[in-house]
């Protein structure tokens, strides 16, 4: 087992899982060969966990808050790209409600564990 300190949050468990789900809308955008968007939805969902752990390694939780704040920024970017994805009719609108309902959620956990910190 290792010791990264971010494995044991709630947040970061969750931000996985919105996530992969992300990541999978990116592959069949790559099979649809909408490579741009494909990229930039992965990066900017990757971005979400990988702020979380970054901050996570932080000395000070105020610099752990920066990060999350990060984190919460990639979840909006996920947002806009789903609505652009479903409004292109890449997407149906089940998968952009269902989306768009777990990065809601996930915003509002970053900024509730944000607001948790000590700063």
Do not use: P
């Not at 970061?12 to 990229?39: H, M, P, R």
């Not at 900017?44 to 610099?63: H, Q, R």
């Not at 890449?90 to 970053?110: F, G, P, T, V």
């Amino acid at each position: 087992m290792s010791d990264f300190r971010f494995e044991s949050l709630e947040i970061w468990k969750y931000a996985v899982e919105v996530t992969i789900k992300l990541l999978e809308i990116a592959d069949l955008l790559d099979n649809k060969k909408l490579y741009g968007f494909a990229n930039q939805l992965r990066n900017s969902s990757l971005s979400i966990t990988s702020n979380i752990a970054e901050g996570s390694g932080s000395f000070s939780d105020k610099d752990f808050g920066v990060f999350l704040n990060y984190s919460r920024r990639s979840v909006f970017e996920c947002a806009n790209i789903i609505l652009v994805l479903y409004f292109k009719n890449y997407i149906k609108e089940e998968i952009k409600l269902q989306r768009l309902s777990e990065l809601d959620i996930l915003s509002k956990r970053i900024t509730a564990f944000r607001r948790s910190l000590k700063h």
